[in-house]
């Protein structure tokens, strides 16, 4: 019988030096399709080209993990949690497609740079920006982990976390200062009151930042943040910059209940400031 075509791994990975178990891994994953959905432990080495007794080494850690379960006669299939995995990539990418435009429509009328900010895993994440004209603004680049227990941003974020998770997420920092921690659940229950925060160099020295919740449904899936200049902030600026980002963060929201980036351009094309409750001090 002829061999099965080993499975193509990206050429990024294949030029990548060390890591080949996980470079297996991956194989082994990838090996499965819609067509090819459940695979017996010499279908996989067939398809990947790895040793049949590495193959049961690497299924018994995806087994381990909750990544592959187990079908009829020895075979395996992907388990049910990739579909959580799945859903969290696709939202991921709907969300910065829906956000895109209202961003826009915001840094044009603020002239200052916004960033989207979501919690993957225990960090809080900048998953997209739009950047001023500005010469002096502040760079948050896609990709970059924020502190969790710093700025408006991440407090915004554990407003939207159950207190039981927003505890254990914060374990870590209370083992080595219990009083900031203290300090930082007050300010968590106040922004979650408000439906707003805010923050002052509490990560980047001469930075004021304004963040509110994007909300699908009741639940937080992401934070909008306009962070500037200290000095382009007086109070009249931080009170109109807070109700520009509640309003962009409510549009964004809105946009992502209709479905799609046609109404995120439609809000986008249709926004407007909405003067929230509650006031910057």
Known sequence: MAKAAAVKMPPEASAARGCEGARRVLALMLAFSAERN???????AAATGIALPSVYRYITLLRETGLLAEGDRGSFRLSARMIG???????????????????????????????????IGRAAVC????????HLRTTFEPGQALPLERGASARMLLAGLPPEVRRDYLSPYAARDPQAIASLETKIAVAAQRGWATSEEEIDPGVWAVAAPVLHGKRVVAVLTIP??????????????????????????????????????????????????????
């Open 38 to 44: 459940t695979l017996s432990a010499r279908d996989l």
């Open 85 to 119: 995995l799945a859903r969290a990539a696709e939202a991921a990418e709907s969300i910065i497609e829906v956000a895109d435009p209202l961003m826009r429509a915001l840094v044009a009328e603020t002239e200052e740079t916004c960033i989207l900010v979501r919690l």
């Open 127 to 134: 998953v997209h920006r739009v950047e001023s004209a500005h």
């Open 228 to 281: 500037m200049p200290v000095s382009r902030a007086p109070v009249p600026i931080r009170e109109r910059r807070l109700s520009q980002v509640r309003g962009a963060a409510r549009a964004i929201g809105a946009a992502l209940s209709g479905n799609g980036a046609g109404a995120a351009n439609g809000a986008a094309n249709g926004m407007s400031s909405v003067n929230g409750a509650g006031s910057v001090r």
